[in-house]
């Protein structure tokens, strides 16, 4: 474990607020972002023929299963490195947790960032939007960082993940174009519609969170 990954977890996480807690630990949950997720959805059959359609959904389903697989199965039992919080870490003592979460026993390399950049990248690829990737790469950030405030991961673990996603979402899109030739269009019809419900349910998270940091 290097020092400079340590130091950097323990300043994230000793950055503490009563309605941060809340917020990140809600930001850091996957049943919330299903709106988001089906925006996305929705745009696509939106744009596309049912077969270009279908390629997209398998594609980005390929993307999230290579990333989650490479870091879950080949690369953490290989590392072995214990996350920051895992009582058999001697770091744990100083991390703060909340909810008494701690993740499973090992975090190298994160999921959460393999699968977060791993869409981010696919959406990136697939609509050549602007505005929309901007958006995406600000709420896998986010996740990121939430991760490492809940004392889960290290940054080096959130940037391997990333990196896997990446790479996963790219090898993912180059067998979307070799067999289905699929190449992005100008435009896209209601393409700022992950924006609109991802925007939303960060700020309805952030109401949340408030609400319960002033009455709790």
């Keep these: 474990m290097s020092r400079l990954d340590a130091d950097l977890l323990l300043a994230i996480n000793g950055w503490r607020a009563g309605w941060a807690d809340y917020f990140m630990y809600a930001f850091s949950g996957k049943l919330v972002w299903i709106p988001m997720y089906a925006s996305i959805l929705y ?15 398998i594609t980005v389903a390929l993307t999230i299963t290579f990333a989650d697989q490479v870091c879950a199965t080949l690369i953490r039992p290989y590392v072995a490195r214990l996350r920051p ?5 001697p770091l744990s003592e100083f991390v703060q947790i909340v909810n008494g979460y701690r993740g499973g026993a090992y975090g190298f390399p994160s999921c959460h960032a393999a699968n977060t950049f791993g869409l981010v990248f696919f959406v990136f690829y697939i609509f050549r939007n602007r505005a929309l990737t901007a958006f995406m790469v600000l709420w896998a950030l986010i996740t990121c960082y939430s991760r490492s405030y809940l004392g889960v991961h290290y940054p080096g673990d959130l940037l391997v993940g990333g990196v896997v996603g990446a790479a996963g979402a790219s090898l993912c899109y180059w067998l979307l174009r070799k067999i289905l030739h699929y190449e992005p269009k100008r435009e896209f019809k209601h393409v700022y519609a992950p924006i609109l419900v991802g925007g939303i349910t960060i700020v309805a998270l952030f109401i949340y969170a408030l609400i319960l940091g002033i009455f709790i």
């Design 85 to 89: 919080a895992n009582l058999g870490n």
């Design 43 to 57: 745009v696509i059959l939106r744009n596309m023929n049912w077969k270009l359609a279908l390629g997209c959904i």
